[in-house]
C-alpha cells in the first residue's frame, strides 16, 4: 500500500510516519507540504492512499477534486482538526473517502490508513456527530458511509446504552445523570444512529453483544423472589 502524507506542519507528518513506520503492508512514498507538491508527487508516483490536511495552510478543498481527476486510483484519507458538518459533507462531495479528526487515537488514524488503502470508506465518531448535531438532511449525503465501523462512542453514549439496555426511560436517565430529558433525547439519537440500529431492541442487542450488559439481567426479569 502506497501512501503519500500531506500537511504542512512537519510535526503532524511526524507522528503520522512514526505510527505507518512498523506496519509492513505500507509503503510511505513521499510528503507534500503544499498542493502543487502534493500533486507532483500523485503524478510522478503510484499511489494508493494520500493522507491530507486540506485546510492546512499551502492546501485547500480544490486538491482533491485535482488528485481525482489525475488518478482515479486514489483513495483519499483526510485528517483535519474540528470542521463544521457542512465543510465535511464538501469534503466528501469532492472525493474525500475516509475521514477522521486530528485528536482520534493514534491506534484510529492507523487503522483509517489501512480501511482506506483497501478502498473501504472509514469515519470516526466524532465526524458521524458533527453531521448529526447539525441535523443536515440525510438526503444530502451519502450517509451509507458513515455505517462503516469502527464506531466510536463516548464515555456517557456508553453509559446511557447501558441504562437503556436495562430498560429506563428517557426521563429516569436524566434524572439519574442529571441531565435534560432533551439532552438524553440527542444521545438516544445518536446512538441509534452511530449503532446503525432503529429502536431500543438494537439498543439493547448490542449492549448484550459487547458485553456492556450481562444476558442474565433479562433471564431473570421476571424473578420477584429474594
Given at each position: 500500500?502506497?501512501?503519500?502524507?500531506?500537511?504542512s506542519n512537519e510535526l503532524v507528518r511526524l507522528g503520522i510516519r512514526s505510527a505507518l513506520k512498523n506496519d509492513l503492508e505500507v509503503e510511505l512514498v513521499g510528503e507534500a507540504t503544499n498542493?502543487?507538491?502534493?500533486?507532483?508527487?500523485?503524478?510522478?508516483?503510484?499511489?494508493?492512499?494520500?493522507?491530507?490536511?486540506y485546510t492546512a495552510d499551502g492546501f485547500?478543498?480544490?486538491?482533491?477534486?485535482?488528485?481525482?481527476?489525475?488518478?482515479k486510483g486514489v483513495n483519499i484519507l483526510a485528517i483535519t482538526p474540528e470542521q463544521s458538518a457542512q465543510t465535511v459533507v464538501d469534503a466528501l462531495r469532492s472525493?474525500?473517502?475516509?475521514?477522521?479528526?486530528?485528536?482520534?487515537?493514534?491506534?484510529?488514524?492507523?487503522?483509517?490508513?489501512?480501511?482506506?488503502g483497501k478502498?473501504?470508506?472509514?469515519?470516526?465518531?466524532q465526524i458521524l456527530e458533527t453531521i448529526q448535531v447539525a441535523n443536515l438532511d440525510?438526503?444530502?449525503?451519502?450517509?451509507?458511509?458513515?455505517s462503516c465501523e469502527p464506531v466510536v462512542l463516548?464515555?456517557?453514549?456508553?453509559e446511557i446504552i447501558v441504562l437503556i439496555a436495562e430498560g429506563h426511560t428517557n426521563s429516569q436517565i436524566a434524572d439519574m445523570l442529571f441531565l435534560s430529558n432533551h439532552t438524553v433525547g440527542t444521545h438516544r439519537k445518536n446512538i441509534m444512529a452511530k449503532l446503525?440500529?432503529?429502536?431500543?431492541?438494537?439498543?439493547?442487542?448490542?449492549a448484550v453483544k459487547t458485553n456492556l450488559i450481562s444476558p442474565n439481567k433479562f433471564l431473570f426479569a421476571g424473578d420477584t423472589g429474594a
Open positions: 500500500m502506497k501512501i503519500v502524507l500531506a500537511d498542493s502543487k507538491d502534493l500533486i507532483e508527487l500523485v503524478k510522478s508516483f503510484e499511489t494508493d492512499v494520500v493522507v491530507v490536511d485547500s478543498i480544490d486538491v482533491v477534486v485535482e488528485l481525482r481527476g489525475l488518478r472525493g474525500v473517502m475516509s475521514y477522521v479528526k486530528k485528536d482520534c487515537s493514534i491506534a484510529e488514524i492507523v487503522d483509517a490508513v489501512r480501511e482506506t478502498g473501504s470508506k472509514f469515519f470516526c465518531g440525510v438526503d444530502d449525503i451519502d450517509f451509507e458511509a458513515f463516548s464515555e456517557r453514549e456508553s446503525g440500529v432503529r429502536n431500543t431492541a438494537g439498543i439493547v442487542m448490542y
